[in-house]
């Protein structure tokens, strides 16, 4: 009876360090061997997909990348995705697309999708033509506020080429929030939605589409649902199923065996931990 | 004359003031004030950047006080000073001596050092969450089964090794995020809206004083 007691009570407190390794070892597993499984899509990321299907011609679309290296390994691959969605569609639309950064880290993380991605040669975009990149914008809300006062006055030189925006004919019309059709917002935290909403959306009705970590997820529903957000892309699994729907598996598609089994840990642990609970509470335990 | 100057009602006018450039413009069409309110924002622009150096500056302090004194783990210490050296040296923008954020060291230490740490920190939440997840996930009554339940439904739901043979779950995770989430966040939003607005106008009203030092109570 005791031993049995005993082991109900190390069912239900089993050393993290074994948890630790355990996950370890279930998000190594798939890395290693691959499971392949068919991935379901959600509404969120078919939704994403149509909006971005859905924009009409000579748009212009400004692109934010709103988190640094610690929020890559969620919003990397759906950045690389979208931007591979917008690029491939953007010279047969006529959209302008301006990638630009509320946080420091983002144009890093931009270099290094360019360091994957040719635009010129994979799509036949130019650059200052068809999209240009105009770096870090500092302050935050502030940031925010001036760039859509005057996007020339924050920003009077783009980040690749360190050149004045006059000389790129694509930045002739665009100055101010009034001249953008589209906000993406990939981002981690503050700056993010509710920034934008204050200062770009209320003021200039600007529409936003924001992809997110799972962890900002629930506090994006309020504003889905008031219409304020016009499209979500909730983390790493999301993105692995736009990756699917646009014919482009990447990243996204590669992590989501390592999600299957780390979410199969969890669900494994909670499920012994209760029936212990359980099991102890009957035989009179705590 | 030092008296004057040191009143606290001086920095009272200066924040309503500030305040009222920056909130009148946003409601209403004030052409003079929407100019005088993208000075301020510039203004604001300026003071951040200055902020970086102070924030270089403080850091360095912090962790030469360290090394110097030996603290537990000052070796980090150490390797923080070198690399935010060498950070600052190889990424100051000066092109034509080789340096900036594209040169080649710069991006080296960036995609093999930097970035591969930062999403270590990120994904060592992995391991907290499990672990947490494991001991927090109990039903010890009614109101800790609803959230089992729900948790695990959004953790299902997530995840193709479940969805592919179970796609309700799916729906199941829809109905939870779209109708309790939304709601309850709903009212955590309007009420930190209210709360935000109530601040405001305190320290619109001189009530507030958290933001000076001592509170402005001398």
């Known amino acids: ?286 | 004359m030092s008296d004057v100057l040191r009143r606290i009602e001086i920095p009272l006018i200066i924040t309503a003031l500030v305040a009222l450039i920056q909130v009148i413009p946003y409601y209403f069409d004030f052409p003079a004030l929407q100019g005088a309110a993208n000075t301020a924002s510039d203004w604001v622009l300026l003071i951040v950047n200055a902020a970086v150096f102070v924030g270089v500056i403080s850091l360095g302090q912090v962790h030469m006080r360290r090394v110097q004194r030996r603290s537990t783990h000052w070796e980090y210490s150490i390797v923080l000073l070198v690399l935010m050296v060498v950070m600052a040296i190889l990424g100051f923008p000066l092109e034509g001596m080789g340096l900036g954020l594209q040169n080649e060291q710069y991006q080296f230490l960036f995609n093999n050092v930097y970035n591969p740490l930062g999403s270590t920190m990120y994904s060592i939440l992995a391991f907290f969450i499990t672990s947490a997840a494991y001991r927090a996930f109990r039903a010890r009554n009614i109101d800790a089964a609803l959230i089992l339940i729900a948790g695990t439904i959004v953790v299902m739901s997530n995840a193709p090794i479940f969805t592919s043979s179970a796609p309700f779950l799916i729906e199941w995770k829809n109905w939870i995020f779209d109708v309790p989430n939304a709601t309850t966040m709903r009212a955590v939003t309007m009420g930190a809206a209210l709360g935000s607005i109530a601040l405001a106008v305190r320290t619109l009203m001189g009530i507030e004083r958290g933001y000076l030092r001592g509170g402005g109570e001398e």
């Open chain 1, 1 to 286: 009876m005791r031993s049995r007691m005993s082991l109900l009570e190390k069912m239900q407190n089993i050393d993290r360090r074994y948890i630790y390794l355990l996950g370890w070892i279930f998000v190594l597993f798939p890395l290693l061997n691959p499971l392949g499984l068919p991935v379901p899509i959600g509404r969120e990321s078919r939704q994403w997909k149509e909006y971005i299907d859905n924009i009409p011609s000579d748009s212009v679309i400004v692109v934010s990348l709103d988190y640094g290296v610690s929020g890559m390994p969620e919003l990397y691959p759906m950045t690389v995705a979208t931007m591979h969605h917008l690029w491939s569609n953007s010279q047969a639309k006529n959209w302008q697309i301006v990638v630009c950064a509320f946080w420091n880290q983002g144009p890093l993380v931009f270099d290094t999708l360019l360091s994957q991605i040719n635009p010129a040669s994979a799509y036949g975009v130019v650059y200052g033509e068809d999209w240009i990149e105009l770096g870090w914008i500092p302050g935050s809300e502030t940031g925010m506020n001036s760039f859509a006062v005057d996007m020339w006055g924050q920003t009077p030189t783009d980040y690749l080429e360190q050149r004045p925006l006059s000389q790129y004919p694509m930045m002739e019309n665009i100055r101010t929030a009034q001249d953008v059709d589209l906000i993406i917002s990939f981002e981690t935290g503050t700056p993010g939605l509710p920034e934008w909403l204050r200062q770009w959306n209320t003021p200039y009705g600007v529409p936003i589409i924001v992809g997110c970590i799972g962890v900002s997820v629930p506090g994006m529903a309020p504003y889905l649902d008031s219409g304020q957000l016009s499209a979500l892309m909730p983390g790493l699994t999301s993105s692995g199923e736009y990756e699917i729907l646009i014919n482009r598996p990447g990243l996204a598609v590669a992590g989501l065996d390592a999600v299957s089994m780390s979410h199969l840990l969890v669900v494994l642990l909670v499920v012994i931990g209760n029936i212990a609970f359980f099991a102890s509470r009957g035989k009179g335990g705590s």
